[in-house]
């Protein structure tokens, strides 16, 4: 008599590509201390365009599960071809999670502390209201390194959800979709 094979359910498989150092060490800080098995890709962009993420992320579909791609709007937006060409490689590739973020990743880092419907101009416009609480937050690789975002961050993790998901429901120029994310990365817990 033949046996039947036993099917052990594994967690899925997670790629995050992002495309700047505030995105890295923050999935750096929260693999670190929730111990999540997923990887953040690449370590160093060397291209933050979107195509070149789009490649990228096309090359990791092959790889893992779900890759979900970190970006940043403001530049986008601000060209109206890179906009084009965006929702363009959007609609190409549904197999993808495009994670956006407006003006950039700090509306993440600023929900944490407020709910703000703010029309920010530009990353350095909202980097002066996220300085109110975090008084010494600067945008560099020696300081993110040392900061531990996700740890520094890590209470206000709930109220930073519900922010964005409320984000999410007003039509606005703000917009921060890492809640998805992180419902994500939570089942994996």
Known sequence: ???????????????VLGEGITEREYFKS?????KLPFKFKPEIPKHSDIQSIVNKANALDEIFDKVFCIIDLD???ANTKERKLYNELKAK?????FIEHYPCFEIWLLLHYEYS????????????F????????????NYLSKKD????????????????????KKDIGSKCDMYKVMLQLNKLS
């Open 30 to 34: 929260l693999k670190k201390y929730r």
């Open 117 to 128: 419907t703010r029309a920010y101009t530009s990353c350095n416009h909202l980097t002066k």
């Open 75 to 77: 530049r986008i937006y």
């Open 1 to 15: 008599m033949a046996r039947k094979k036993r099917h052990i359910k594994s967690r899925p498989a997670i790629a």
């Open 93 to 97: 590739n549904r197999n993808l999670y």
């Open 149 to 168: 975002l996700f740890l520094f961050l890590k209470e206000g993790l709930d109220f930073a959800m519900k922010n964005a998901k409320q984000l999410e």
């Open 130 to 141: 996220l300085k109110k609480y975090i008084n010494d937050y600067q945008k560099s690789e």
